[in-house]
Structure formats: C-alpha cells, structure tokens
C-alpha cells in the first residue's frame, strides 16, 4: 500500500502572493472568461481542481493552492485573447492628442467663501426657492441644476462655472426684498 510520503512531492502546496492574483485577476478581467470556462471540462486540468478554487483566489478568499493547479490555471487563462469588452474598455480609455483641458479661466471659475456668503445672503434677502425661483426661469444656462446651487451653499466645490454663477446672481439681485407678515413696517 503507497504511503502518504510518496505523493507528497506532486502536491507541493504555494503561497499565493499579491502579484500571483494581481496577474491571475489580470487574465480574468482581460479575457472576459468566466472561471467555469477554464477549469471544467478540459482534460488536461489536474486532479482536484475546481471552480470554487479559482474563485476562491480571485475573490482573496484562499491564500494557498496546489503548484500544479496555480500553473495550469495561469498558463490557460494566459492563452486566451483579449475579450471584446476588454478591447472596447481599453479604446474608450486612451485620450486622443490634443484633448481639450478645462482652463479655469475661460468658463469656470474659483467659488470663494465670499462668494458663497454672498449667494446665501442673497437667497435670505430675497428667500428664493432654489427650483420656483431660479431653476425654472427663462435662458437657464445648461447644466446649472439643484445640485449646482447646493454645492455653492454647503461649499461642496471649489470652483464653479462662470455663466452659471453670473446667472443666478444676476437673477437674484433682480428679486425684490421678501416680505412676511411679521416683518417690522
């Protein structure tokens, strides 16, 4: 009867390292195969291998495999082509020469903490609504919305576009001082 001993040398167990799953990720991601495409039904995949292993890598969830298993895997997902999505993905990514950059200078500007005290002073002085007051009037700039105008009050950004800011205040200095029923007469 064999002993234990004598397989031990063909199941030599590895320590998967962060560059070992940063290139089997790698692979994975490139070719856009699923790990049941690698794994089942080859005849050549050793002994013992399985899907939820390979998934198991991948998700850092286990640590360690047997080196022919790790070997077979890599070597076979390292054989595939790129996937389409992959390709698609990398076209999408690379800036063409020449690529327009925001100058800060031409429409954006900086929003100081001036400037956005001034805007709230504003909106008290004359207790607009945000969407009734300024939102829905006539010659909005495009992209000024809701979430432009909460940014200027709570400070959430640094700079701001130029059209838009000019717009508002504009709009704002036109608005008469509000008046409730408890105002001083």
């Given at each position: 009867?064999?002993?234990?001993?004598?397989?031990?040398?063909?199941?030599?167990?590895?320590?998967?390292?962060?560059?070992m799953k940063r290139e089997l990720r790698?692979?994975?991601?490139?070719?856009?195969?699923?790990?049941?495409?690698?794994?089942?039904?080859?005849?050549?995949?050793?002994?013992?291998?399985?899907?939820?292993?390979?998934?198991?890598?991948?998700?850092?969830?286990?640590?360690?495999?047997?080196?022919?298993?790790?070997?077979?895997?890599?070597?076979?997902?390292?054989?595939?082509?790129?996937?389409?999505?992959?390709?698609?993905?990398?076209?999408?990514?690379?800036?063409?020469?020449?690529?327009?950059?925001?100058?800060?200078?031409?429409?954006?500007?900086?929003?100081?903490?001036?400037?956005?005290?001034?805007?709230?002073?504003?909106?008290?002085?004359?207790?607009?609504?945000?969407?009734?007051?300024?939102?829905?009037?006539?010659?909005?700039?495009?992209?000024?919305?809701?979430?432009?105008?909460?940014n200027w009050r709570y400070r959430h950004?640094?700079?701001?576009?130029?059209?838009?800011?000019?717009?508002?205040?504009?709009?704002?200095?036109?608005?008469?001082?509000?008046?409730?029923?408890?105002?001083?007469?």
């Amino acid at each position: 009867m064999a002993d234990f001993c004598d397989f031990a040398p063909s199941l030599s167990i590895i320590q998967i390292t962060r560059d070992m799953k940063r290139e089997l990720r790698s692979h994975w991601k490139r070719t856009g195969l699923s790990t049941r495409r690698i794994v089942e039904n080859d005849p050549n995949a050793p002994e013992g291998l399985t899907v939820a292993m390979v998934n198991g890598w991948i998700a850092n969830k286990i640590h360690e495999a047997r080196a022919d298993h790790w070997t077979f895997t890599l070597t076979k997902w390292a054989s595939f082509p790129d996937g389409e999505y992959h390709r698609q993905r990398r076209a999408t990514r690379q800036k063409g020469p020449g690529r327009p950059r925001r100058n800060k200078g031409d429409i954006w500007i900086p929003l100081t903490p001036e400037m956005s005290a001034q805007f709230i002073s504003e909106m008290a002085r004359t207790n607009a609504d945000f969407d009734g007051d300024i939102l829905r009037a006539a010659n909005v700039p495009e992209g000024l919305t809701l979430r432009v105008l909460h940014n200027w009050r709570y400070r959430h950004t640094k700079t701001t576009r130029c059209d838009h800011w000019n717009f508002v205040m504009d709009r704002l200095r036109t608005m008469p001082d509000f008046k409730s029923q408890f105002s001083k007469r």
